[in-house]
C-alpha cells in the first residue's frame, strides 16, 4: 500500500506529441532548452483539462521546482512525445516526473513540482476531489 493510502491505484497521466518548430530552435539549429517547459505545460494542460479540474487549477499552481536532463539534441521538425505522470500528491503541492522520446528513445526528462495556491498567492491544501483526480487518473464528477 503506498504511503497515501492506496493500493494498486494509477496516479493521473498523459501522453501527447509535439513537433520541433522553427522558433524552438536556437541558433546551432538545435532545440533550445527552454522548450521542455512549454512541451511540460501543454501536457500538463491537457491532464487537467481531462481530469475537469483546468478551470479550477489553471493560475493556482505555480511552479516551486523545476530540473531537466537533456540527452539528445534535437532539431526541427522531430516530432517528441511527452508523457507526464503525477509521481506524488502532498498536502498542497504535486510532482510531475516526465519523459520526452522520439521513436521510443528517450532524449530529455524532466521533475516539477506545482504548488495550488489561493486567491492571495499562499499554498492552500488541495480540494479533495482534485487530489483525488491527481492521484488516481479519474475525473472530477
Sequence with gaps: MGDDGTAGVQAAAIT???????????AAMRWHHST?????????????RRLG??????????????????DVALQFDDLV????????????SATYDV????DDRRV?????VV????GDGRPSPWPD??????????PVA
Excluded: M
Excluded at 16 to 26: A, G, H, S, Y
Design 16 to 26: 501527447l506529441q509535439r513537433r520541433i518548430e522553427w522558433c524552438d530552435t536556437d
Design 36 to 48: 521542455i517547459w512549454r512541451f511540460v505545460e501543454a501536457a500538463e494542460t491537457e491532464l487537467h
Design 53 to 70: 479540474i483546468l478551470d479550477r487549477t489553471f493560475g493556482f499552481t505555480p511552479r516551486r521546482r523545476l530540473e531537466a536532463e537533456f
Design 81 to 92: 512525445t511527452i508523457s507526464l505522470q503525477v509521481a506524488h500528491v502532498g498536502r498542497t
Design 99 to 102: 519523459t520526452l522520446s522520439v
Design 108 to 112: 530529455a526528462s524532466a521533475a516539477v
Design 115 to 118: 504548488v495550488f495556491i489561493d
Design 129 to 138: 476531489d482534485i487530489a483525488r483526480a491527481l492521484r488516481e487518473g479519474v
